[in-house]
């Protein structure tokens, strides 16, 4: 069974600060994956996603990379802002049966 | 924003009654999935469909259904409502771009079974 890991938990940085979220899976045979943010109480939106003949996807201030051999992905935000406070999801679509495995997600706050 | 509207956003109900819940799309979207979210256990696949009246399980489907008559809505039943199915239930649509797939997902249905 594909498990899929998000490490830290939680995470607390001051404003400005460059940081790095992972995701970790167990799997090789990846199609995809895909980074979300969830506001709380809202649903989840998609930032980023990767094809697994990719190594990285970039969008404004998130970079998000793979590396299928050492089954992880990290997700980079450049000077954050209090506004980029959220959980940061991953998704990890599986190339044999098709359906995707989340993980628990990792929460950020970014503080003034 | 892929046009998806989950109905109700928030219910309450007693154990023991069935609750559906709507998912609806205006974009053509063949693939609709329905998960739901629990701390601890993240997102888990409960049902899922690809096309008219042809759905198949996830990987938590037990005490729950679905039904897809049309492709626009997908509707999820608890047929007995229980405690352990009070969570927050995610609607996704699959949306194919140059042979890639990504999810987009509504705003969620609060459900709370007493």
């Known amino acids: 069974k594909q498990e899929v890991t998000q490490i830290p938990a939680a995470l607390s940085v001051p404003e400005g600060e460059n940081l790095v979220l992972n995701c970790s899976f167990t799997?090789?045979?990846?199609?995809?994956l895909q980074w979300f943010r969830q506001d709380p109480g809202k649903g989840l939106t998609s930032l980023l996603l990767?094809?697994?003949?990719?190594r990285e996807q970039t969008s404004g201030r998130l970079n998000a990379s793979l590396d299928k051999s050492s089954g992880r992905s990290t997700l980079y935000i450049a000077a954050s802002q209090p506004g980029d406070s959220a959980t940061y999801l991953c998704?990890?679509?599986?190339?044999?049966?098709?359906?995707?495995?989340f993980g628990d997600g990792t929460t950020l706050t970014v503080k003034p | 924003d892929a046009g998806i509207t989950q109905s109700p956003r928030h219910k309450v109900t007693e154990t023991g009654t069935p609750v559906t819940l709507r998912c609806h799309q205006t974009?053509?979207?063949?693939?609709m999935y329905w998960y739901r979210q629990d701390p601890g256990h993240g997102l888990r696949l409960i049902h899922y469909?690809?096309?008219?009246?042809?759905?198949d399980k996830g990987e938590v489907s037990d005490g729950y259904s679905v039904s897809r008559s049309k492709t626009e809505d997908f509707l999820l039943t608890l047929e007995s409502a229980t405690s352990s199915q009070t969570s927050v239930y995610f609607c996704?649509?699959?949306?194919?771009?140059?042979?890639?797939?990504?999810?987009?997902f509504g705003p969620g249905t609060r459900l709370t079974v007493t």
């Open positions: 996704a649509i699959r949306e194919t771009a140059g042979g890639h797939y990504e999810q987009y």
């Open positions: 469909s690809y096309g008219v009246k042809d759905t």
């Open positions: 998704a990890m679509r599986d190339a044999n049966a098709g359906k995707s495995t």
């Open positions: 974009e053509n979207h063949r693939y």
């Open positions: 799997d090789s045979a990846i199609y995809n």
């Open positions: 990767i094809q697994s003949s990719q």
